[in-house]
């Protein structure tokens, strides 16, 4: 099945190049976020499980769940890393291909045997009304005119599909929240050194969390980049949350 259309894509760094960078900062630029992703790339997947102690498991199948698809439908894993989050979505029956802008993180789950594709958020490499439900997951924080991402992620889901964005959010209790955000800045650091291949990527990684909109901005943001019945919902005590939308019909 080709999905793929001549829209032009990103200029990603040429495989083999080294760049000497080991985190982003907080204005995006998308080299530097795809370099840092390449950095973290090896062990990616174990540091976010030891990070969340076991959450993102868990998470992964929310997500899942929340976009309601099954068998036959097409599913766009946008920012999906090393496809493990696609691998979770392929078992609802679904056929999903993973895209991201880090070859790094694409080529460390090459043994995943979905389909990848290198793209720009904000100019994805696909025709109109492809997809019956797009989703991104811990990514849409990493782009930097993530209106013009979710208008993206609109202009290829047919209309009526769905969207589920499930990112790092506000706590809900506010001891709880002052409590997380001190690990954070703290602890998170620490612990990354410990287990990730890069572990200063891990500061930007509190950072842009700290940074990041609380849940009704953004499903206000999402709301107007064209999207239609916004809601959320919180996941462990909403340190996640996954807003779930859908594209207007015609």
Same mark, same amino acid.
């Given at each position: 099945m080709t999905v793929c259309n001549a829209r032009p894509g990103p200029a990603f760094p040429v495989p083999g190049t080294v760049i000497l960078m080991s985190r982003a900062t907080l204005d995006k630029d998308p080299r530097e976020v795809a370099s840092m992703f390449d950095g973290v790339a090896r062990r990616y997947d174990v540091t976010n499980t030891v990070l969340s102690m076991g959450?993102?498991?868990?998470?992964?199948?929310?997500?899942?769940?929340?976009?309601?698809i099954g068998a036959g439908e097409k599913v766009l894993d946008l920012a999906a890393g090393t496809a493990v989050s696609t691998v979770e979505l392929g078992t609802s029956g679904a056929w999903c291909v993973a895209a991201d802008f880090s070859v790094g993180m694409l080529t460390a789950g090459q043994a995943r045997k979905v389909p990848k594709v290198a793209a720009d958020g904000t100019r994805l490499?696909?025709?109109?009304?492809?997809?019956?439900? @797009?989703?991104?997951?811990?990514?849409?924080?990493?782009?930097?005119?993530?209106?013009?991402?979710?208008?993206?992620?609109?202009? #290829?889901?047919?209309?009526?599909?769905? *969207?589920? @964005?499930?990112?790092?959010?506000?706590?809900?209790?506010?001891?709880?929240?002052?409590?997380?955000k001190e690990y954070l800045m703290q602890a998170l650091p620490r612990v990354a050194r410990a287990v990730s291949s890069n572990p200063d990527a891990y500061v930007? *990684?509190?950072?842009?969390?700290?940074?990041?909109?609380?849940?009704?901005?953004?499903?206000?943001?999402?709301?107007?980049?064209?999207?239609?019945? @916004?809601?959320?919902?919180?996941?462990?005590?909403?340190? #996640?949350?996954?807003?779930?939308a859908y594209k207007p019909q015609r």
């Open positions: 959450q993102d498991r868990y998470w992964r199948r929310a997500t899942r769940k929340a976009l309601g490499p696909f025709g109109d009304n492809v997809f019956d439900a @797009v989703t991104i997951s811990f990514g849409l924080r990493n782009i930097a005119n993530r209106g013009e991402a979710l208008r993206e992620m609109a202009r #290829v889901t047919r209309p009526g599909g769905r *969207l589920v @964005v499930c990112e790092f959010s506000t706590p809900t209790n506010r001891l709880f929240a002052t409590v997380y930007y *990684l509190a950072e842009s969390i700290r940074a990041w909109p609380d849940q009704a901005e953004l499903a206000h943001q999402i709301a107007g980049a064209g999207w239609s019945a @916004v809601r959320w919902r919180n996941l462990t005590g909403g340190i #996640v949350a996954l807003h779930a």
